[in-house]
């Protein structure tokens, strides 16, 4: 390189890094509520880490638990300490109060100004903004997701914070996931004009930043700029990396559905149909065998050896990946189902694409490979009388098979049916709910082939997760995300979260922290503390 366009891009390198402002580091944490009890130890945690702002729910009803009745000393003591040790928060107007005003909070819109009035007029000298809601676009906000009536709630809120601080800025509630969609619908009901800074929470777990942040902040910018919104702030008011340890989520599902298929088998020879022969599937396979009967084997199997080995009678059910299938070796897993093995198909629509050299390929007509099968289904997109999600409940043969319930029920999006069976053929439901003509809509089932299939067929919309990764992985992606979300523009980028609840080593949300449950560190705490003082010392 001569010595001229050298100089020019060293200068273009250096000026490019100089028009890149510093993104503020902060950190989501249940300070005024679960982590109350430890508030000064997180706090010095906090700061230690290097974090200036700490992003916490301010709920309305802890605050007003009853009306005109106001409660201020758990947050008068959050911002306090927070003062002391020179870190801003971010307070999360938040959530319905039931116990004090029937209904949800914008169905008492005075109220929920009062209440939005009445906390930033105690603490506006120490705000800096306040963020209205959390995740509105999944059920934080009820009765379901409207995009127009929280825009509307985001206008109330917005006046109400500038009519007491003009200069504290109104973030809009952070949008979980990559959602698009609602925030395209935001901008048509109004949003620009009642908020000062766009969030949203675009988790990327299991799999790593690079590649997939870039274009999340990029695709929400696009947004903001066909709306001509596009110098508006950007805050990631929540990202993070859970390390719990990995279970089949489907589990129960399986092996209920396992148990009603085949009622005497006590031990099984299970395959999990990998995509390409070199592709993912041996965790899989573990975490199958993990989960089966004692005695039990799995292995995980290319496309090449399911063709070539199904028939052999050694196998007694075969797995499939979520919505995935090997192409390839359809013909054997047809005939496979045909001799009276069992197919189990867990999480979203079986068979929706198909696979070849672990890459979905087009061309291919999945619905009449699900009918070679027998399977039908349905979805709110193909059938008008299903909402875009319900609640399904375990039924009382798939519970005494062993499908533990939550009495809660399940949220579910699609749905089996029994349209494609023949002559022979029953379906057992597992899991239900009611469509909107008050119908059955199962969401899983075991189907009991005896046509000209033998065999049987578990199917359940739920998920499977998909992966897990370790403590070191952990520190690695998040601090790659702040790198990129940096050079990406973001303003500020809150860590989720502080803390590690750790009471189920199975379940994500006790295992997003950066500390564990007795607030030592991880090494993403160290990481992101490194990462500070570096920072500092240029």
Not at 237 to 262: C, D, F, N, V
């Amino acid at each position: 390189m001569k010595t001229a366009a050298l100089l020019a891009f060293i200068f273009a390198a250096v000026g490019a890094c100089a028009a890149t402002p510093r993104m503020e580091v902060g950190v989501c944490a249940h300070i005024a509520g679960d982590e109350y009890r430890n508030l000064c130890t997180a706090l010095d945690r906090a700061a230690e880490a290097g974090f200036s702002r700490v992003r916490a729910d301010f709920t309305w009803s802890q605050i007003e638990p009853r009306p005109g009745k106001w409660h201020f000393e758990i947050t008068d003591r959050v911002m306090d300490e927070a003062e002391k040790r020179g870190i801003r928060i971010l307070p999360i107007l938040c959530y319905d109060n039931p116990k004090a005003y029937s209904g949800y909070a914008w169905q008492n819109p005075e109220a929920w100004v009062r209440f939005v009035r009445t906390v930033v007029a105690r603490y506006k000298n120490k705000l800096d903004a306040v963020e209205i809601w959390n995740e509105e676009n999944i059920p934080f906000w009820k009765p379901k997701r409207d995009p127009v009536k929280y825009t509307e709630f985001l206008r109330l809120s917005y006046r109400a914070v500038k009519e007491i601080a003009p200069k504290v800025r109104v973030a809009m509630g952070g949008l979980a996931g990559r959602d698009y969609d609602y925030l395209e619908k935001m901008y048509a009901a109004g949003a620009a004009d009642c908020m000062d800074i766009v969030c949203f929470h675009p988790y990327l777990w299991p799999d790593p930043p690079d590649g997939l942040l870039d274009e999340a902040i990029r695709r929400y910018r696009a947004v903001m700029a066909a709306h001509d919104d596009a110098d508006k702030p950007i805050w990631i008011t929540e990202m993070g990396w859970p390390t719990h340890k990995l279970q089949m989520s489907g589990q129960y599902a399986i092996l209920a559905g396992l148990r009603i298929a085949r009622p005497k088998r006590s031990a099984w020879r299970m395959v999990y149909a990998k995509l390409s022969e070199d592709g993912p599937g041996e965790t899989d396979a573990a975490l199958l065998k993990s989960i089966l009967p004692s005695g039990s084997t799995a292995e995980a199997w290319g496309p090449r050896r399911l063709a070539a080995e199904l028939s052999t009678n050694a196998v007694d059910a075969v797995m499939l990946p979520p919505e995935r299938f090997p192409i390839d070796a359809i013909d054997a897993l047809r005939k496979f189902v045909a001799d009276g093995g069992v197919l189990v198909a867990i999480g979203g629509v079986p068979m929706y694409y198909a696979s070849r050299g672990g890459k979905d390929v087009g061309g291919i007509d999945c619905n009449e490979v699900k009918r070679r099968f027998h399977i039908g289904w349905r979805a709110w997109w193909t059938d008008k009388t299903l909402p875009e999600s319900l609640k399904a409940f375990v039924t009382d043969e798939a519970s005494a098979a062993g499908y533990k319930a939550d009495p809660a029920g399940y949220k579910v999006e699609r749905f089996f049916t029994d349209a494609n069976l023949a002559a022979g053929d029953r379906m057992v439901p597992m899991l239900v709910g009611t469509d909107k003509a008050g119908n059955l809509a199962v969401a899983g089932a075991v189907y009991l082939l005896d046509s000209d299939l033998k065999g049987a067929i578990v199917v359940n919309s739920r998920g499977v997760e998909r992966g897990e990764i370790d403590e070191a992985a952990q520190a690695k992606y998040l601090v790659r995300a702040l790198d990129i979300a940096e050079k990406e523009g973001v303003e500020s980028f809150m860590i989720y979260s502080l803390w590690s609840y750790e009471g189920d080593p199975h379940f994500s949300e006790h295992h997003f922290g950066v500390c564990h449950c007795d607030y030592s560190p991880k090494p993403a705490f160290n990481a992101l503390k490194d990462r500070a003082s570096r920072r500092r010392s240029r």
